[in-house]
């Protein structure tokens, strides 16, 4: 079992709908989770952090997470072509041993 | 700007050349790290360092061999390597604690083995 799983996509929306992006982990010891955006070339960037059950807004991001079930998703509403990007679920497992998933590729067409 | 450096940005080498590539941070951050990526894939734990001291080492080959000469520099010395290292390798840097784990990255080192 991987330590982190996603579907690798492509995940393609038009723009302006929601796009929803999902992610499981296998460490019930695992501390905080991440989500980073990375351009082609370019390094991951963070678009969202959650350490607690529930959710989190932050402008047109929502991180949700579910200890329990061992899940993290991040919705993005109202999706624009600049959110094409591969989105990466990383988790903090414990003293800095952060764990990236493969990445969701995702589409947003105009 | 990001605010982890990293040089050199592309690196071309043979299989008997020793080079390094080297970050560095002023964030005060406490913890440091070195990230592989082959293309399409997630970056790969490479190496981590807290306080300066090695805490995860991923069973990379020896041909990598890191450094930590202080808490705003770390540096990755590359001897002998393969073709198939050729990736982007990735520094990054974050606090130190519980509930922390937020990876500033630098832009990347592309390497390249010939």
């Known amino acids: 079992q991987k330590e982190v799983e996603q579907n690798s996509g492509p995940l393609s929306v038009p723009e302006g709908a929601i796009a929803s992006l999902n992610c499981t982990y296998s460490?019930?010891?695992?501390?905080?989770f991440f989500w980073y955006r990375q351009y082609s070339g370019k390094s991951p960037e963070l678009i969202m952090f959650i350490y607690s059950n529930g959710d989190k807004e932050d402008g047109r991001f929502t991180a949700q997470l579910n200890k329990a079930s061992q899940y993290v998703s991040l919705l993005i509403r109202d999706s624009q072509p600049s959110d094409s990007a591969t989105y990466l679920c990383?988790?903090?497992?414990?003293?800095?041993?952060?764990?990236f998933g493969a990445g969701t590729r995702l589409t947003v067409k105009p | 700007d990001t605010e982890v450096t990293q040089t050199p940005k592309h690196l071309v080498m043979g299989m008997t050349n020793k080079k390094s590539l080297k970050c560095e941070q002023h964030m005060g951050h406490r913890a440091m790290y070195w990230y592989k990526q082959k293309a399409k894939k997630p970056p790969e734990l490479m190496f981590v360092?807290?306080?300066?001291?090695?805490?995860i080492n991923e069973s990379v080959p020896s041909r990598f061999s890191p450094e930590c000469p202080n808490s705003s520099l770390l540096n990755l010395h590359l001897h002998a390597l393969q073709p198939e290292d050729s990736a982007l390798y990735l520094c990054?840097?974050?606090?130190?604690?519980?509930?922390?784990?937020?990876?500033?990255f630098g832009e990347g080192s592309r390497l390249t083995v010939l």
């Open positions: 990383a988790v903090n497992r414990r003293n800095n041993d952060m764990r």
């Open positions: 990054a840097s974050s606090w130190q604690g519980e509930n922390t784990g937020e990876l500033f």
């Open positions: 360092y807290s306080y300066e001291k090695l805490s």
């Open positions: 460490d019930r010891g695992s501390q905080s």
